[in-house]
């Protein structure tokens, strides 16, 4: 057990052997090989649901009328074309958006895939004595196969294809082609594209003035310049995951949460992370708490002193915030004055899809690359956040790229996701197993210097949220922070993904949110009863966040100097810093 990090009885792991590394760099080996993705655990899955699906002939039966439904409905279009078609693909799956995919006879090939797939969704249905997480690791198995499947993908049957290649004289297949052997290359030597013209960090993006005013090997603090001459009393602290960088939160101009909180009168600190290399593999979990959330506490109560910050978690920051707010609290350290997760998870038994990728032969699968190389690495858990969304993610961009010939259109959430960090191998180990296999933090398990904590030992005001369609902090179990904390709780349920819904900014077009009060040890409400009773208001959740951070502000004084050289605090350097541009 880590010093600092383990749980009161920590479970039995399996002995050291004499040849153990050969077994570790033959399981790296492996890893590496396929991508990062044990198949142990699918091919379990699959196994179960075959064998549950074998001695069950009713839900034989079920499938087969199914199966003939669907070919009935197919004929039936093939016969008279002018009928609607009976099956739609998903919301985010944009494969078959051309006009051309509801002309004959594309639509025919279309509708036949569209009908092998929802056989499929209706196969992997769960079954008396098949495990639910089989159920759904079997249903992932068999979309990834059909996506490769989809008509979309041949040149051939694509009408989108067809129709740019005539267009174009064959031009779009010798860009695409050009378009592969760049990527195929970039893939094979780990090399990445400077960021696009209008797109540089520091100048476009992440350009909201500050000066860094703490740095250690973990993190560089930023405080940003002040907007107004009078600024709320208490500063804000932002603590944002360390599996990308910071700047999520300092986007472009206009959709900077930065820069609107600098503009409402906040004094705002924010933690920029280091790009852990081979070399720090032994960072572990109890490190970002102690030497990043709490180092930079320290620094901030220092800058502005005499008064409690209100800090801010986003995604993994998130998590470690509330990690460190319930230590903290159990300590009796009183320098927080609220606390806000943005799409944060504190239970992770309903993590969303990532729990596809994760059980004990896939933890020690990625450990075993992470022994390795030190680090998990960019590209490992871009793959896996991609698969969750083949669809859109990796086969509508492969068609648009390599066949349409086009290139990517920047954006600036599009420049920041290519921006990924690396894991270092002892704290994604801790991470991995602490949380997501064992949810040791709700259960009552998870020990700080070897002493238990609880959220529940919260006292301090909580501002929740979470996003409607985020694939990777659900938000019911985002939600469920309010069934693990007893105190005063302020919960939002915003329009959009995990990053954007967070990216909602005053004047955005389209967006609403729900919005609750629960006050302290009131009684706990469902997610699906709550949701049934919240009642959606158009625009940003921006300015009510905003609001209740005023009233939690501690009244107005004149704006700080930034750093504090008297305290050993003087600026460093400009904003963005110097981590968020490490390679």
């Not at 500063?235 to 503009?263: C, F, Q």
């Not at 933690?271 to 032994?282: E, F, G, K, L």
């Not at 490190?287 to 986003?314: C, E, F, H, N, S």
């Amino acid at each position: 057990m880590n010093a600092g990090l383990g749980t009161a009885v920590d479970p039995p792991h399996p002995p050291e052997h004499p040849h153990g590394n050969l077994d570790r760099a033959a399981g790296a080996t492996m890893a590496r090989l396929a991508g990062g993705v044990s198949a142990h655990a699918f091919l379990e899955a699959w196994s179960d649901w075959a064998q549950h699906l074998a001695r069950a002939p009713g839900r034989q039966l079920e499938l087969a009328e199914h199966a003939q439904r669907n070919m009935l409905k197919v004929a039936a279009l093939a016969a008279n074309p002018a009928n609607a078609p009976p099956f739609a693909p998903k919301p985010y799956d944009h494969r078959f958006d051309h006009a051309g995919w509801q002309t004959w006879p594309f639509q025919l090939w279309q509708q036949g895939f569209l009908a092998m797939q929802d056989w499929w969704d209706q196969a992997t249905e769960p079954m008396r004595g098949l495990r639910p997480e089989d159920a759904e690791r079997t249903r992932f198995l068999a979309r990834q196969t059909l996506d490769v499947l989809s008509p979309s993908n041949a040149p051939l049957i694509n009408p989108e294809i067809i129709t740019e290649t005539v267009k174009t004289g064959g031009r779009n297949l010798t860009e695409g082609a050009a378009h592969f052997a760049h990527d195929a290359m970039q893939t094979l030597t780990g090399q990445r594209d400077p960021a696009p013209e209008g797109y540089r960090i520091g100048v476009d993006l992440a350009c909201t003035p500050g000066q860094v005013v703490y740095r250690n090997d973990l993190m560089e603090l930023i405080q940003y310049t002040p907007q107004t001459p009078q600024v709320h009393a208490r500063p804000i602290l932002i603590v944002p995951a360390w599996i990308m960088k910071y700047y999520i939160l300092d986007l472009s101009p206009e959709n900077s949460m930065v820069r609107y909180l600098v503009g409402q009168g906040f004094t705002v600190f924010m933690i920029s992370w280091t790009n852990p290399t081979a070399a720090q593999r032994d960072l572990s979990l109890e490190d970002y708490r102690k030497r990043g959330v709490m180092a930079a506490l320290d620094a901030v109560t220092a800058i502005v002193p005499d008064t409690p910050v209100q800090a801010v978690g986003y995604c993994l920051g998130g998590t470690i915030l509330a990690i460190a707010a319930a230590t903290m609290a159990r300590d009796g350290d009183t320098r927080l004055a609220s606390v806000t997760l943005m799409a944060a998870q504190v239970d992770f038994a309903e993590a969303g899809e990532l729990l596809l990728f994760l059980d004990e032969s896939q933890v020690a699968f990625l450990e075993d690359m992470m022994w390795e190389q030190g680090y998990l690495d960019r590209p490992q858990m871009a793959r896996a956040f991609a698969a969750i969304r083949a669809e859109d993610l990796i086969w509508t961009r492969a068609v648009q790229r390599y066949f349409l010939g086009r290139e990517d259109v920047p954006t600036d959430i599009g420049v920041w996701l290519s921006d990924t960090t690396r894991m270092p191998a002892l704290m994604h180990s801790q991470y991995l197993r602490g949380l997501f296999l064992e949810n040791r933090l709700t259960a009552g398990r998870f020990a700080v210097e070897g002493r238990v904590i609880a959220l529940k030992d919260l006292s301090v005001p909580l501002f929740v949220i979470g996003t409607e369609t985020d694939h990777i902090a659900p938000w019911r179990s985002v939600y469920k922070t309010q069934l693990f904390t007893d105190g005063d709780l302020t919960f939002v349920l915003t329009k959009g993904g995990h990053n954007s819904g967070i990216l909602s900014e005053p004047g955005h077009k389209g967006r609403h949110y729900r919005m609750s009060h629960r006050p302290a040890r009131a009684l706990y409400v469902g997610p699906d009863a709550w949701l049934a009773e919240a009642k959606a208001k158009s625009g940003s959740w921006w300015p009510d966040w905003a609001g209740w951070l005023a009233a939690q502000g501690g009244g107005l004084m004149d704006a700080p100097s930034v750093g504090a050289a008297d305290k050993g605090l003087a600026p460093i350097c400009p904003a963005p810093g110097t981590y968020v541009l490490q390679p």
